[in-house]
């Protein structure tokens, strides 16, 4: 069982920053992905980055040069970097992960955070 603690949400300027982190808890050896999603209202979840064990990272095209996904495996700890936001960021982003062991992969969901962006 893994369960995840997201943090640095909140209301920012168009234009600033924020930083999310997302500590995950249990299974450290197995997550082999971790990443962001977000919801806005009325839209489907969408992917925002994803970095899996080798370093790997993929963005959405909305998130290339924007933002930065890194992952710190003493902490468990993702965390997504968002410079140069727009009110078009304004969602729920929620925390995701892969955990795989012998029996085959789960997804665990964080309970999503608020990113606002607006003057």
């Known amino acids: 069982q893994v369960q995840l603690v997201e943090s640095g949400g909140g209301l920012v300027q168009p234009g600033g920053s924020l930083r999310l982190s997302c500590a995950a808890s249990?299974?450290?050896?197995?997550?082999?992905?971790m990443g962001w999603y977000r919801q806005a209202p009325e839209k489907e979840r969408e992917l925002v980055a994803a970095?899996?064990?080798?370093?790997?990272?993929n963005y959405a095209d909305s998130a290339k040069g924007r933002f930065t996904i890194s992952r710190e495996y003493a902490k468990n700890t993702v965390y997504l970097q968002m410079n140069s936001l727009k009110s078009e960021d304004t969602a729920v982003y929620y925390c995701h992960v892969r955990y795989c062991a012998a029996y085959g992969c789960t997804i665990y969901w964080g309970q999503g955070i608020q990113v606002t962006v607006s003057s």
């Open positions: 249990g299974g450290r050896f197995g997550i082999n992905a």
């Open positions: 970095i899996i064990s080798s370093g790997i990272t």
